[in-house]
C-alpha cells in the first residue's frame, strides 16, 4: 500500500521535528521543509498528498506557499498552522483553498484528524476527476433502449423517440448517465455534485448547486415520460433513478 506523502513547512526546527515524528508514527510519508522557499522548490518537483504549513515564516510567508501550491500542484491539499490567528488572515486562507486552518499548539489529535479528513477529501476529488474522464470519453459508448421506444446515447447525449430529439449539455448528460449506470442507487446532493461538476460543496450548498441542474434535465426529458418519471428526489438526501 503507497504511504501518503506529507510536507511540513515550519522554521522552528522543533516543531517541524515533533509534528514530523507524529505523522511518522501514524504511517504517513513524511518530507519537510525549513522555508517557503524550500517547499516551493520541493512541490515544484515531488508528489505531495497534503502540505501543513506554517504561516509566519522569514522570507516567503504560508499564504505566500500556498499561493504556489495552488498555481503547480491543485491536488495537495493543504493545513495552514499559526500562533497569531485574525479573521483578516483567516479570511485570505480560505480565499486561497485550503483544507483546514489550525492555531498553534495545535494538539496532536486535531492535526491527526484534519490530516486524515483532508486526505480523504483529495481521494474523493482526485476519484470524481476520474469518473469524470471516463464521463467525457468519447471512446466510452452508451445506449439504453425503453419499451416504449425511447432511446438515450449518452455518448453523443441524446434522448429521442420517434420525430423527437432533444440535446443534453454535457453536466445534463454526466447527470444522466451517473443515474441511468446506477439504478436504484440514492445518490446525495454532495455526491452528485462532486461527479457531475468535479468539485466538493458543503451539505447545505450541494442542493442549490444541484437542484437548477435537475430541473433543466427534467424539463428537457419531459417528452420522454419513460425517463423523467423515473428520476425521483429523495427527500433530505438526493436523488435517486428507479429502474424498470
Known sequence: ????????????PVARQSLSDILRLEGYSVSSASNGQAAVEFIRTHLVDLAIVDLRMPGMDGLEVIQVINQVSPETEVILLTAHGSIETAVQALRLRIH?????????????ASVK????????????????????S???VREYTFK???????????ARRKNREVHLTPAEGRLLRVLLENPGRVYSHRELVLLVQGYETSQQEAPEVLRPLVSRLRHKLAVFPVLVS????????GYIYEDE
Open 148 to 158: 416504449d421506444g425511447t432511446l438515450v446515447d449518452l455518448s453523443r447525449r441524446v
Open 117 to 136: 479528513k483532508g486526505l480523504s477529501r483529495r481521494s474523493a476529488r482526485v476519484k470524481a476527476r476520474g469518473d469524470l474522464d471516463e464521463l467525457n
Open 1 to 12: 500500500m503507497i504511504k501518503p506523502i506529507v510536507l511540513v513547512v515550519d522554521d522552528e
Open 230 to 237: 423515473r428520476i425521483s428526489s429523495v427527500r433530505g438526501t
Open 100 to 112: 483546514d486552518y489550525l492555531l498553534k499548539p495545535a494538539q496532536p489529535a486535531q492535526i491527526l
Open 138 to 140: 468519447e471512446a466510452v
